[in-house]
């Protein structure tokens, strides 16, 4: 009795269409669910590796904030949020808008998505007339706010229990 053979099969190979990513910041309504993810994303991301929750205190005042996220579109589906950031109007006119709780989802770091949030929502700040930006930076963050521009004052802040640099930015002029 012979085993009967069956015929090798050759790999085919598919043709899928190309995948068709865009990447779009925009601004995010305080109270959205856009707005709720990006507290997500602010305790997995900021608050969770220091073992600390985000609380209601936290996020106290944010309604009078402008918050911008970063959203990646595929193949025209509705965008995935891949980070935020929001900007603080200042307490005097004299004083910068103050960028605060920039996060970007750990499974896009390195590839640009952080510079590309930072300036696009520096851009729609300038745009409607923001002259001035002032972040506190933590140590591992102040080279890469360097990179986009920003400049240290010197001044240092006890931030969440740790230090934090001041850092400033002229925006009026992009």
């Given amino acids: 009795m012979t085993a009967s053979r069956r015929p090798i099969l050759q790999p085919t190979s598919l043709r899928l269409p190309p995948r068709r990513l865009t990447l779009i910041v925009r601004e995010i309504e305080h109270g959205s669910a856009e707005y709720r993810a990006t507290l997500e994303l602010r305790r997995r ?36 949020l891949a980070g935020s950031v929001i900007a603080a109007p200042p307490a005097d006119e004299h004083a910068g808008w103050r960028i605060r709780q920039m996060v970007v989802d750990a499974a896009y770091r390195g ?51 740790m230090p934090h640099q001041e850092m400033r930015k002229a925006v009026s002029r992009l």
């Fill in 111 to 161: 590839s640009g998505f952080g510079r590309l949030l930072l300036t696009e929502a520096e851009r729609l700040l300038a745009a409607d007339g923001v002259p001035l930006l002032v972040l506190y930076a933590r140590a591992e963050a102040a080279g890469f706010y360097r990179s986009c521009g920003y400049e240290a004052t010197g001044e240092t802040a006890s931030l969440i229990g």
């Fill in 45 to 80: 991301f900021l608050r969770e590796p220091l073992g600390l929750e985000l609380t209601v205190a936290d996020t106290a005042g944010e309604d009078g904030q402008r918050h911008f996220g970063l959203f990646i579109v595929e193949n025209a589906e509705p965008g995935r």
